[in-house]
């Protein structure tokens, strides 16, 4: 088990280059499995979950190169005839099942355990499959699999969300783009993700409109080829350095970023008092003053990212007076406040809000990354603390950020990973 030892209070100053979104790169990856022909891709981040995915596409017959050192996939799925998730493999990541969709629709076929990823509350798939089921599918339970069956090929129809999934938005677009005729998604997620997989897949030749808005439209065609492809941005990795600009009292420099991407972030950072600067591609951030409290609530995009609440929270444990933080999208995602307390963060959690009273004098303590993201809010807590933090079980954090300790090294933070 890896573990990350952290010097606190060196402002961090510099440059910081962004890798390509994790939770944009992941369902691109499943949406090379619609057609036959060779899909390449680029700027993919050197990431666990990515190795996870990559796993999965060759284990259901498709021929994967990743060069993780050029940050590139090349994948052809010309031959793929395994329909089967392997419980070992979904267990390790959500994404798993980002295959169904489109393996239902190449194949008409799909088998797919229960999803896992981090434990930040239940993440049921019902978007997924009543949609499906709306499309022509028969979904029913077998062993521990979904099995998926749509013989022919799946019919276009109105599918209306019970709540806007980011996963069962993408699942349901990658199956609506071979399905035969008209697809309407209603209450669809509109994550700067989702538009960018609509974007790969219009480019691949399907039909879509209203990416990026609660309505997504598919037009159905009968088959996609091949293209290369740019993976966006990662905005929650901007977002984190962002905040470590801030807690550091520093001054961090983010590229490439989409700024729009930023807006939920930037309206809050300035609202505390942290200067947010636009530079087209760059994404400036500077710390150093009195933070004011505020209240913050987590909701699908354009709300303010959940991804980023651990974060933002650790932030406002410096800021002077009482903060509240609702976490609208999952239902237990404040856990980390325990291993905060351990660094003498002040968080009073009641279900699924948090009162924070700031400014806390953190102090560096051995502590645990009990998922992704409230692995990050520990690294940011460590970089503003007095003294040395020791973060355990640092494989989650290495699940969705590369090369954390070199980019941070590099801004000036005393940062090491211990085997
Ligand atoms: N939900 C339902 N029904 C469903 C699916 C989800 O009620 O069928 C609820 C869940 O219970 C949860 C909420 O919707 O409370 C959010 O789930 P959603 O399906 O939207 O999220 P996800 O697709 O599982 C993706 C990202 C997450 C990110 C969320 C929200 C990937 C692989 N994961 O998860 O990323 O938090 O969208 O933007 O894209 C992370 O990167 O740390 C991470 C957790």
Redesign the pocket.
């Known amino acids: 088990m890896a573990r990350l030892v952290i010097q606190g209070q060196r402002p961090l100053r510099g440059e910081i280059r962004v890798a390509g979104a994790?939770?944009?790169a992941?369902?691109m990856l499943a949406a090379s499995l619609l057609t036959g022909e060779e899909v390449v891709f680029d700027n993919v981040p050197d990431i666990e979950?990515i190795h996870t995915i990559v796993e999965l596409l060759g284990h259901v017959g498709a021929d994967v190169q990743y060069t993780p050192a050029e940050h590139q996939v090349r994948v052809n799925a010309r031959n793929i005839n395994n329909p089967v998730i392997p419980p070992e493999l979904a267990a390790k990541?959500?994404?798993s099942f980002?295959l169904v969709g489109p393996l239902t629709g190449r194949l008409g076929r799909a088998m797919a355990p229960h999803?896992g990823?981090?434990a930040?509350?239940?993440?049921?798939?019902?978007?997924?499959?009543?949609g499906l089921a709306d499309m022509g599918a028969t979904v029913v339970h077998e062993g521990e699999y979904y099995a998926v069956r749509a013989p022919g090929r799946l019919r276009g129809n109105k599918v209306y969300?019970?709540?806007?999934?980011?996963?069962?938005?993408?699942n349901l677009l990658m199956a609506a783009v071979l399905a035969k005729g008209k697809t309407v998604i209603k209450h669809a997620?509109a994550?700067p993700?989702v538009s960018a997989l609509a974007d790969l897949l219009s480019a691949m030749g399907a039909n879509i409109k209203g990416a990026g808005t609660s309505i997504i439209e598919v037009e159905g065609v009968d088959e996609l080829h091949g293209v290369r492809y740019t993976v966006v941005p990662d905005r929650?990795e901007s977002g984190t350095f962002a905040i470590a600009a801030a807690i550091s009292g520093g001054e961090l420099s983010m590229a490439p970023a989409v700024m729009a991407h930023m807006d939920p972030l930037t309206h809050k950072l300035r609202e505390v008092g942290v200067e947010v600067e636009d530079e087209g591609e760059a994404y400036r951030v500077r710390g150093g003053w009195q933070l004011t409290p505020t209240e913050l609530q987590t909701l699908?995009?354009p709300g303010f990212?959940?991804?980023l609440q651990a974060c933002f929270s650790t932030l406002l444990t410096q800021a002077d007076g009482m903060s509240i933080v609702h976490e609208r999208?999952?239902?237990n995602r404040l856990q980390y406040s325990g291993e905060l307390a351990k660094m003498g963060a002040r968080m009073e959690v009641e279900g699924q809000s948090a009162r924070i009273f700031g400014p806390a004098h953190l102090k560096g303590a051995r502590v645990r990354a009990l998922?992704?993201?409230a692995g990050a809010a520990l690294v940011l807590a460590a970089l503003a603390a007095d003294g040395e933090t020791v973060i355990e079980d640092v494989h989650h954090l290495e699940?969705?950020y590369e090369d954390i300790v070199s980019k941070l090294t590099a801004v000036g933070a005393s940062i090491r990973r211990e085997q």
Request: proline residues 12%.
């Open positions: 994790k939770n944009a992941l369902p979950d990541a959500r994404a980002l999803p990823g981090c930040i509350g239940s993440r049921p798939v019902n978007v997924d499959v009543k969300l019970d709540y806007p999934s980011h996963t069962g938005t993408e997620a994550e993700e929650i699908p995009y990212p959940t991804d999208v999952y239902d998922d992704l993201r699940r969705g």
